[in-house]
């Protein structure tokens, strides 16, 4: 309770995001947090936690979605976020991340239920992993994704020059 207090805190910070689900008796059912980095350009989605009886309904990437739309908004241009696999979940886990990274990471399996498996349906990629993150063949899985807002093609604007001429 202590670890969540302290994340919770750090989320309502100046320039954080934390976006709440509440069910029919305002109680928090589910939370997303987000964090800028680089300047705002890049955003970490820290964390993301639905309570369990309302898990497998969508809520959580309802959550995911609203938090890119608001870094978005804020002028992100790529959401980040860290998949721990603390228990085995898939190949990554308890082997040499550092002979054949690539290759791990492109053919990686999931063992059993892993959250990457949630961020890959939202639309994320495997875009690393730290070895040992969380202990000797414990790797952090990182995931990305462009939350750019899509420009529009066709003409460059006219740019006004000296004296009001284009």
């Known amino acids: 309770m202590e670890i969540a207090r ?8 100046p320039n954080r995001v934390c976006l709440c689900a509440l069910d029919e008796k305002d109680t ?20 993301l936690v639905i309570k369990k009886t309302h898990r497998g309904h969508g809520l959580g990437r309802r959550l995911v979605k609203a938090l ?3 870094a978005s908004l804020r002028g992100a241009l790529t959401m980040i976020l860290g998949a721990d696999d603390l228990t085995g ?3 990554l886990s308890n082997v040499d991340l550092f002979d054949n990274t690539g290759g791990r990471i492109a053919n990686i399996v999931c063992r059993e239920r892993h959250s990457y498996e949630f961020y890959l349906k939202c639309g994320y990629s495997i875009i690393g992993v730290i070895p040992n993150a969380n202990g000797i063949g414990k790797p ?8 750019a807002k899509k420009q529009r ?10 004296g009001g001429k284009s």
């Open 6 to 13: 302290s994340v919770v805190n750090t989320l309502l910070a």
């Open 28 to 47: 928090v059912i589910g939370l997303v947090g987000g964090l800028p980095d680089y300047d705002g350009v890049v955003w970490e989605l820290h964390p």
């Open 68 to 70: 890119e739309k608001e």
């Open 89 to 91: 979940s898939t190949s």
């Open 140 to 147: 952090d899985i990182l995931m990305g994704k462009s939350i």
């Open 153 to 162: 093609r066709g003409r460059a604007p006219l740019t006004t020059l000296e």
